[in-house]
């Protein structure tokens, strides 16, 4: 018998044995798609049209992804992808760091009411803000742009709200000292604050990262044109809507999907205690 | 359907837990054999990370023990669960359930027993009334005070009517004052129950107040057991001698305090001013406590302590004295081994 | 007092890029859709005539609408329960100190690293009769499904649309709860062990209560996801088979290809409008619906 304590506790024997028998069946099962995905990615043209559901190809072969990146010119469209996500994740951060400096250090009037009325902006979807935002970008002459694409996405009330949570944990004592010393804000934030919630950034900007790279609404709204399409708007375009092409589109998804599943398996660890830092003490 | 017998009575044979493996294996608990008997309040005293607590929880069936036996009322209950066991817990941070009301959470150990809802009711109100909280019931964890939250999870315990209590330095998050009322009540408690009690704290000033018997542990090993007198006057190890008491026994190098090859402890209360002869020390400084007064010395390199009256007259600091003590206050230990030499 | 005001400029100065972004792409974009939501215009934009208010009710009211909000409705009633019971389910189905437990919590987090997009297209070829492998799967499990395969059967077409959408979410969900466990405090599940409660009574008393808030928050982001559901029609079904049209959401009905008031920028607005008090409302019931069994620690 072992000391059955509940969760994370230790086991032994049979139910060792069950245990690993129940999760490998599960994640059999959510690992099913990816693996009958890349199965068929891996396929060769001809095997896919006369082994299409066959879950083993006969020989591996890079040949469909490479056909899959010319025809759907994913290099461009990942180019695209990469340029938009990165200026994103930059800006976000530096107007996050700002603004959350702002609320948490500084005091000024009506500070309480102009916070709520941050928190208030994540109420409002993206489904609304594209009707007009489609407008405003059209009058500002950035439809197929990369201005276009980014600016709107500068800012997060997210963003700001995660990194005030950490910097509320940074005592009072520690501002006013400097204070004393002659720091100036932007100093303090640049050599006392920032420092502080560098793990906390670090899953920002993955988070930010990955959110951009996978934006789809905005990016089918205002890009018609090759030359700035992204990557997630870009890859239907290899659904032909013959059959036999099919395995292009599966293709396409793993050539897309590659670079972020290894950028999440490399930081998984700093995702979670970034996201969790600020919210212990809270 | 539990394995408890009339005789609430904890036997422990060669107890040792280790955790990890190989070369990096930790010895919680090294050897430890011990007998709680029926109606005891036996203390495990001992310094942070001396195994008391991991006893504990083997006695409670929360860990297993790596080898020996453990038998609650002469049945072996190495590989039996805690629920059969009838042993009761208190956790040092009470471990109450934030969402349930105080009198659900009294009920919970009836309400795992399949208990009706009447029954429960009735009983979880009278260990209620028996700490006092029959106006609390109705509030949450989180509605209580400390000292509130601390009788919730007491009354949890005894309305199992278990064999034996394992409580787990229950009183060390409350403050002072309401520890020291709080170890009446656990005495009194004691008494009116009629109870086995296994208590584990670092406090020695509760383990002397509130125990029957006294095990004083470190670094996993058993280092005596006894009254809480039986302890005091005669420690078996310097350990003990300088753990229990304060200030500490003076436990003085060989060879200072009288000649020889063994260890000479004197406890403060026990040194006495002489006019010569004796050991000679400097007056380091003279702490006036109001009702005593603290001596501090340095003989030879060695810190003294001694006590003293407040009326006495107290030395000047810098005065030189010389120290003595009557033969049946030393304590004389062994340099290698750290334990008593009989008298 | 002073003092209050001297950090004013300063403060100006460090929220004023955020406040700009957000003003300009956020607040204006609410308020300016509120207006144009009277109107109703031509294909060029240019004319626009004033429905009043009374557009917004009608618009509600429409066959289209109504239409679409149930759809998304039963879509979110799908999705939900299932991912979060999923996501809960296989967090403590993970939360044993067993030797590679971390290969497994890698695995189950995987799917947040698919974007909808992605993820749509996966299970988009996995659906298709003649090159995925699930129709045959599923015919031979439930063998009165018919061929045409499950997205171009209009029965069916929803509940494939979910599937894809649980999958997809179960690595958010799985991260979040997996967190949340981690705060359980372990002497709550040893004094009830020690109480003699078996493993389902732990998980009812202790794991499900202390979860609570935070099966709160997953609920309302996953509720909020499924009314939002646009990347997931637009590529696995267009809006569904035709002509019922089961999987139209109510975001693709305003943006889609086939929308019909794709350039009418008036109806768009009232539309996206009342998706946005749909969200609201539906935000607003489960915090206050479900934050009474919610228990906050102490």
């Known amino acids: ?282 | ?343 | 007092m002073r003092r209050k005001w001297r950090d004013l400029p300063i403060a100006v100065g460090m929220l004023a890029p955020s406040a700009v972004i957000l003003g300009m792409f956020v607040v204006y974009p609410l308020v300016r859709a509120i207006q144009l939501g009277h109107l109703r215009c031509d294909a060029t934009g240019k004319r626009c005539r004033d429905g009043g208010w009374g557009q917004y009710v009608d618009v509600f009211r429409s066959n289209q609408f109504q239409h679409a909000l149930a759809n998304t409705a039963r879509l979110a009633l799908m999705t939900v329960p299932i991912g979060l019971a999923l996501g809960v389910g296989l967090a403590v189905l993970a939360d044993k100190q067993i030797r590679g437990v971390g290969f497994f919590r890698t695995v189950f987090s995987s799917t947040v690293a698919t974007s909808i997009a992605v993820a749509s297209l996966v299970w988009f070829v996995l659906l298709q009769p003649q090159v995925g492998v699930l129709p045959d799967l599923f015919h031979g499990i439930i063998p009165s499904l018919k061929q045409p395969g499950l997205l171009q059967d209009p029965g069916t077409a929803l509940p494939a649309v979910a599937l894809s959408s649980i999958w997809a979410s179960l690595g958010f969900t799985f991260i979040v709860i997996t967190a949340a466990l981690q705060g359980i405090p372990r002497e709550l599940y040893e004094s009830a062990f020690v109480d003699g409660a078996g493993g389902w009574m732990r998980f009812t008393n202790v794991t499900l209560p202390m979860l609570g808030p935070t099966m709160l928050f997953t609920s309302v982001v996953l509720t909020t996801r499924a009314f939002q559901a646009y990347a997931e029609v637009a590529l696995l079904t267009q809006g569904g088979p035709e002509p019922q049209r089961p999987t139209e959401s109510v975001a693709y009905l305003i943006y889609g290809q086939t929308s019909l008031i794709k350039n009418d920028i008036g109806l768009k607005s009232t539309a996206a409008v009342l998706l946005f008090l749909v969200l609201l409302v539906l935000a607003f019931v489960q915090f206050r619906g479900l934050d009474k069994r919610v228990h906050y620690g102490s």
Request: aromatic share 8%; with cysteine.
């Open chain 1, 1 to 282: 018998m072992a000391a059955d304590t509940g969760a994370t506790e230790v086991l032994h024997g049979a139910r060792k044995v069950g245990r690993y028998a129940l999760l490998s069946f599960v994640a059999f099962l959510v690992l099913f798609p990816i693996y009958a995905t890349l199965m068929q990615a891996l396929k060769s043209g001809p095997d896919a049209i006369d082994h299409p559901k066959s879950l083993l190809p006969i020989n591996f072969t890079l040949d469909t992804l490479r056909a899959a990146w010319r025809i759907g010119d994913l290099g461009r469209l990942m180019v695209n992808s990469v340029i938009v996500a990165v200026v994103v994740t930059l800006g976000v951060i530096v107007t996050s760091l700002l603004a959350a400096y702002a609320f948490a250090f500084l005091d000024f009037p009506g500070k309480g009411p102009t916070f709520i009325a941050f928190l208030a902006t994540l109420l409002v979807p993206a489904e609304l803000t594209v009707v007009v935002n489609q407008r405003t970008i059209n009058s500002l002459d950035w439809i197929n742009s990369y201005q276009g694409l980014i600016v709107p996405l500068l800012a997060t009330t997210f963003g700001i709200f995660l990194v005030r949570q950490v910097f509320l944990t940074v005592p009072k004592e520690l501002r006013e000292a400097a204070a004393l010393d002659g720091v100036g804000h932007f100093r303090f934030l640049w050599e006392v604050a920032m420092p502080l919630c560098r793990p906390t950034l670090g899953a920002l900007a993955l988070f930010t990262f990955l959110g951009t790279w996978n934006q789809y609404l905005w990016p089918q709204a205002i890009i018609t044109d090759d030359n700035h399409r992204t990557i997630q708007i870009g890859l239907e375009r290899l659904k032909t809507g013959k059959i036999d092409t099919l395995n292009l589109v599966t293709a396409g998804t793993v050539i897309a999907s590659l670079p972020i599943f290894v950028v999440l398996i490399a930081f998984q660890r700093q995702l979670v205690r970034g996201l969790t830092a600020g919210a212990v003490k809270g």
């Open chain 2, 1 to 343: 359907m539990a394995y408890c017998s009339d005789v609430a009575q904890v036997r422990l044979e060669h107890i040792t837990k280790s955790f990890g493996e190989g070369a990096a294996a930790l010895k919680a608990v090294d050897d430890v054999s011990l007998d709680v008997e029926d109606h005891d309040f036996m203390i495990l005293l001992g310094p942070s990370g001396c195994g008391k607590s991991t006893l504990l929880r083997m006695i409670a069936g929360l860990e297993n023990p790596t080898s020996g036996d453990i038998f609650i009322g002469d049945v072996k209950v190495n590989d039996v669960e805690p629920k059969l066991r009838d042993v009761a817990m208190v956790f040092q941070s009470y471990a109450l359930y934030p969402h349930k009301t105080a009198q659900a959470n009294i009920e919970f150990p009836l309400k795992v027993r399949g208990e009706s809802k009447v029954d429960r009711a009735v009983k979880a109100k009278s260990a209620a009334e028996a700490l006092g909280l029959t106006e609390y019931l109705d509030r949450k964890p989180g509605q209580l005070s400390g000292g509130q939250r601390q009788r919730v999870a007491l009354a949890r315990a005894i309305v199992r009517q278990p064999s034996v209590f394992c409580m787990d330095e229950p009183l060390s998050n409350l403050d002072a004052k309401l520890r020291s009322e709080t170890r009446a009540e656990l005495v009194d408690l004691h008494r009116r129950l009629d109870a086995t009690i296994i208590y584990v704290t670092h406090d020695q000033v509760e383990a002397m107040t509130m125990g029957t018997r006294v095990a004083v542990m470190s670094r996993g090993h058993l280092q005596q057991i006894g009254t809480p007198q039986e302890v005091y006057a005669r420690p078996a190890t310097v350990f003990v001698a300088t753990f229990i008491g304060t200030p500490p026994m003076n436990v003085m190098p060989a060879g200072l305090f009288e000649r020889g090859d063994t260890l000479v402890g004197v406890r403060p209360e026990h040194l006495r001013v002489v006019p010569s002869g004796g050991l000679p020390a400097t007056v380091r400084m003279v702490e006036q406590l109001g009702h005593e007064t603290l001596v501090i010395c340095d003989a030879a390199g060695t810190r003294v302590v001694l006590r003293q009256d407040a009326e006495a007259p107290a030395p000047a600091i810098g005065a030189e004295i010389n120290l003595d003590a009557a033969e049946v206050h030393r304590h004389r230990f062994d340099a290698a081994t750290q334990n008593r030499i009989a008298a």
